[in-house]
């Protein structure tokens, strides 16, 4: 599935409701509004644990998708080997994206880019993951709110599923922006995403490498970097996410990861 990182002029459908979100918060916080004086808004980030909660994020990945013809029938994966995470602000739900691990029966991107993935299978120890059905309403561009996204998952596939390869599907018109802001890397050859129709790239980020990244950023005020990684949790804010995302992985079990290689796709 093709991810867009900033999706400008949609219209939101979902009315505040700050309750939904009580229960499973994983990381929140007040960011100021550069444009208003002493306002803010409030920042959470949790992890879906109710239909409703996908159906919400499916719901804003399709209008999202459908507004840059993308189509608006997408589904949010809800097998064990999935876990869709919430962006919101002051209530309001403006983001998700699902991390998806690799439990023996492959992943999305296998089904254009499974030779280009059974390389990294053949690597002993290798743990495969992806990202899938990322959706952002750009009404609320916040480099911050998209550090701290990411910066969860990156946690909870690292913490809870050991992910050693990390994987996600772009247009690429947005191949820059991943690996500008997070580092991602370039594999294969373009191919078509027949459930988009449009050009996908395949790109790779070394899981190992985040934190190096994250440990290579000294200062957390370089406005004038183009990477996410500055803008990443605190040691503190990190230390207290993976305790909250240790309770919710107690509570709901975790999948166990089998990644092997899958039989060679014919690329026509």
């Known amino acids: ?92 739900l403006v983001g998700t994206i699902t991390l998806g691990v690799d439990t023996g029966t492959g992943l999305a991107a296998d089904l254009i880019f499974r030779n280009e993935l059974n390389t990294f299978r053949r690597v002993p120890g290798a743990s495969l993951c992806e990202l899938v059905k990322f959706a952002f309403d750009a009404d609320m561009p916040s480099r911050q709110l998209l550090a701290s996204l990411f910066h969860i998952v990156f946690i909870y596939g690292m913490r809870h599923h050991r992910c050693s390869d990390l994987f996600i599907e772009v247009n690429p018109r947005h191949r820059r922006f991943y690996q500008t802001m997070l580092g991602f890397q370039p594999l294969g050859d373009l191919r078509t995403n027949s459930s988009v129709h449009a050009p996908s790239q395949l790109m790779w980020l070394k899981v190992a490498d985040i934190a190096q990244h994250i440990g290579s950023q000294t200062t957390r005020a370089e406005t004038n970097s183009r990477s996410l990684y500055p803008m990443f949790l605190s040691s503190h804010d990190e230390r207290m996410v993976r305790a909250r995302l240790a309770r919710a992985v107690s509570t709901q079990g975790r999948p166990k990861m089998q990644t092997h290689e899958l039989p060679p796709a014919t690329i026509s």
């Open 1 to 92: 599935m093709l991810h867009t990182p900033i999706l400008p002029g949609a219209r939101r459908d979902f009315p505040p409701d700050a309750s939904r979100f009580e229960t499973n918060t994983l990381f929140s916080k007040r960011l100021p509004l550069p444009d208003r004086a002493g306002a803010s808004t409030l920042l959470e980030v949790t992890l879906a644990t109710s239909a409703e909660e996908r159906q919400q994020a499916q719901a804003l990945v399709n209008r999202m998708y459908d507004w840059r013809g993308y189509g608006d029938s997408h589904v949010i994966p809800t097998s064990e080997g999935h876990s869709t995470f919430l962006a919101s602000l002051d209530g309001e």
